[in-house]
């Protein structure tokens, strides 16, 4: 099993929904970090089955077996509970996890939208707790660390969303020709979570590349909420997602129509992210990866930021990667549980990505 290192006192966490691909990703990042024992990890299928079984990864490095409990049984057990469920689910449970005093961590998108009439139009229910969305704090470090230094609840991003945050917000403090900016997203098959449908089958999806939402996308809210956020400006986000052949990734490309000269917008980027640790800007133009690529941030924390300048049509396209189970998820939840927790903000997120993969 892991060897923790130092005598820290440990906080108890829980992790409801362990047997997808983003629980699965939570137990990876915590089995080593040393301030946290993970004391339960739920799932209603694979309940009493060793985690390895699901998650072969993990084989010798955790005995825990998947628990059938409720949600608010575990919480009597922890200090901090992260949801791993659909959304739609989360919400379900959270209302009276509030009430328990746990900490929670909400990896949907039940609780990211602070409008919650906004539910009704992009996904599909009535959103009946405004008072508790307003508890939440979106998990986003770079933007909202002081937030979160001192929430007790989270509502981290989602995985487009992120990567479309993270690359456009430094761009909107320049004046811009149109408000409208077009996102273009090419993610990897573990985006859309572990459940089988026919979509999904080998055969399908091998050597395709499909518009599987190239208008309506769920995200668009969440990234013009986060974007108005930062930089105070009202923008309409025009978003396509496109599955492409990975497994890990997201590379979204997005078309800002605004215009300065190169070396200006790099100082940008750089005042924007400052000694961020997470954030790299990619800068090498002799490199063979002058731009932002997925495959240089599997398995890693890392966002990888860049553009390319337009002098034709006067506009900057900016390039955001990410693994999207790690910075798109899970990592982005443990650091901020990290900062919430007054830990280490980088404990057990600094592993370089794998290279070649
Ligand atoms: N995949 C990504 O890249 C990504 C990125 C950012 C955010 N997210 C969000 O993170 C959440 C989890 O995503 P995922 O990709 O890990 O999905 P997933 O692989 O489908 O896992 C979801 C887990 O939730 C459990 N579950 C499903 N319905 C449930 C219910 N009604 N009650 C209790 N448990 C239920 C299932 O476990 P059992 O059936 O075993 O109980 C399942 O393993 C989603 O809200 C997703 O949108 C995903």
């Not at 495959?295 to 693994?323: E, H, M, P, Q, W």
């Amino acid at each position: 099993m892991w060897v923790r290192t130092g005598e820290n006192k440990l906080l108890k966490v829980g992790i409801v929904g362990g047997s997808g691909y983003v629980g699965g990703e939570l137990i990876r990042l915590l089995v080593g970090h040393n301030n946290v024992e993970i004391v339960s990890v739920s799932s209603t299928s694979h309940s009493g089955e060793k985690i390895s079984r699901v998650h072969p990864d993990l084989y010798g490095l955790t005995d825990l077996k998947f628990e059938n409990i409720s949600p608010v049984d575990m919480a009597g057990k922890v200090d901090l509970i992260f949801l791993a469920l659909p959304h739609g689910t989360s919400i379900k449970y959270v209302p009276d996890l509030v009430e328990t005093g746990v900490k929670i961590i909400d990896m949907s998108a039940d609780f990211r939208l602070k409008d919650h009439t906004l539910y009704r139009q992009w996904y599909g229910y009535d959103h009946g707790y405004p008072d508790i969305i307003k508890k939440f704090v979106y998990g986003m470090p770079e933007l909202h660390r002081e937030e979160i230094k001192n929430a007790k609840f989270i509502a981290t991003p989602g995985c487009i969303a992120s990567s479309s945050i993270y690359s456009i917000a430094p761009f909107l403090s320049l004046d811009t020709d149109s408000n409208i900016i077009n996102v273009d997203a090419k993610v990897g098959s573990s985006g859309s979570g572990s459940g089988l449908d026919e979509s999904k089958v080998f055969s399908e999806r091998f050597g395709s590349v499909r518009a599987y939402k190239p208008v309506g996308h769920r995200h668009t809210p969440e990234i013009e909420q986060e974007l108005e956020y930062a930089s105070g400006k009202k923008v309409k986000i025009a978003l396509s997602a496109h599955s492409v052949n990975m497994v890990r990734g997201i590379l979204t490309t997005s078309s800002i129509y605004a215009y300065q000269d190169e070396i200006s917008l790099w100082a940008l980027l750089k005042k924007f992210y400052g000694n961020e640790k997470f954030v790299r800007l990619i800068m090498d133009r002799k490199s063979n990866y002058k731009y932002p690529d997925p495959k240089t941030v599997v398995g890693s924390n890392f966002v990888d930021i860049g553009f390319a300048l337009d002098r034709y049509v006067k506009r900057i396209v900016s390039f955001g990667a990410i693994d999207n189970l790690i910075k798109g998820a899970a990592g982005n939840a443990v650091q901020s549980m990290n900062i919430m927790n007054g830990f280490p903000e980088y404990e057990s997120l600094m592993a370089p990505s794998l290279f070649p993969v």
